[in-house]
């Protein structure tokens, strides 16, 4: 059974650094687009960073500049570089795939993590 766990949340200063990880289990041969979509409290969810399986990026407008998403395909991993952190980036980061390819060629949709909470204090 195919899985994402997140790793590198945690609790940081105003101005400091994160990095997050995400690791995809199971039975893969490929992963189409990765990434990280956050969510605080009493607002939606939305779209941090993606990056394709050759290594297209985007960001929301509001991180551009001081996080960094990259990936390795052979490891199924992606990760995202936080630098000068704020406040405002306080949420629950969750990470993504949007389909996969399994050994077996089955094709998966819609992968989520369970969430790593990100808290800046000012």
């Known amino acids: 059974q195919v899985q994402l766990v997140e790793s590198g949340g945690g609790l940081v200063q105003a101005g400091g650094s994160l990095r997050l990880s995400c690791a995809a289990s199971?039975?893969?041969?490929?992963?189409?687009?990765m990434g990280w979509y956050r969510q605080a409290p009493g607002k939606q969810r939305e779209l941090v960073a993606g990056i394709t399986i050759g290594g297209s990026t985007n960001y929301v407008d509001s991180v551009k500049g001081r996080f960094t998403i990259s990936r390795d395909n052979v490891k199924n991993e992606v990760y995202l570089h936080m630098n000068s952190l704020k406040p405002e980036d306080t949420a629950v980061y969750y990470c993504y795939a949007d389909w996969m390819m399994t050994m077996g060629g089955r094709i998966e949709y819609n992968y989520w993590g369970q969430g790593t909470q990100v808290t800046v204090s000012s």
């Open positions: 199971g039975s893969i041969r490929s992963i189409n687009t």
